[in-house]
T-cell receptor, first 113, second 118 residues
């Protein structure tokens, strides 16, 4: 079945450092790919998404590119801030069941000043 | 906009009792709501999908008689864990989707409810 694998955390960075959180997926067809962020005490929020190969999703300085050839959707940010500290979830919705979101295990990011 | 709340945020109950968790869309009408379960250090797992006024559709392996889902209005869905046991202890998260003609499939998530069964 479809699945998502993302790097374990926590990821600990200093402010202004470069961030990469790896995400790879297994799916039939052409899924849509998402990154969600969960700040402490809040619900998951959609950060960015990409719906087809080579699409780049971007929001709030974060970017991820849908790479069909490597089945990856790595999250990057050039300069993280303390306020980016949160848990990040990679997810997909299948080509044949767009309702169902399949999540990775989440990666906690801690940014220190 | 697009805020989803859950109540309670944290509940402890004794084994054998039932507990109800509410999920509300505060500023939009949710034609579809989803219930997820998350174990520590694991991903969110979809339990069921409910459409307003219809019976919920449960994922394989989820006991529908144990996890009762009601979606009686466009702003409220409830999950009742019946005859709870310690293995039901988990973090339960709901999400809601508008299903508007604009076609957005985006799900808006609640903050979750932590259930501990003693």
């Amino acid at each position: 079945g479809d699945s998502v694998t993302q790097m374990e955390g926590p990821v600990t960075l200093s402010e202004e450092a470069f961030l990469t959180i790896n995400c790879t997926y297994t799916a039939t067809g052409y899924p849509s790919l998402f990154w969600y962020v969960q700040y402490p005490g809040e619900g998951l929020q959609l950060l960015l998404k990409a719906t087809k190969a080579d699409d780049k999703g971007s929001n709030k300085g974060f970017e991820a590119t849908y790479r069909k050839e490597t089945t990856s959707f790595h999250l990057e940010k050039g300069s993280v801030q303390v306020s980016d500290s949160a848990v990040y979830f990679c997810a997909l919705s299948g080509a044949y069941n767009t309702d169902k979101l399949i999540f990775g295990t989440g990666t906690r990011l801690q940014v220190f000043p | 906009g697009a805020v989803v709340s859950q109540h309670p945020s944290w509940v402890i109950c004794k084994s054998g009792t039932s507990v109800k968790i509410e999920c509300r869309s505060l500023d939009f009408q949710a034609t579809t709501m989803f219930w997820y379960r998350q174990f520590p250090k694991q991903s969110l797992m979809l339990m069921a999908t409910s459409n307003e006024g219809s019976k919920a559709t449960y994922e394989q392996g989820v006991e529908k008689d144990k996890f009762l889902i009601n979606h009686a209005s466009l702003t409220l869905s409830t999950l009742t864990v019946t005859s709870a046991h310690p293995e039901d202890s988990s973090f339960y998260i709901c999400s809601a989707r508008t299903g508007t003609p604009s076609g957005s499939n985006e799900q808006y998530f609640g903050p979750g409810t932590r259930l501990t069964v003693t």
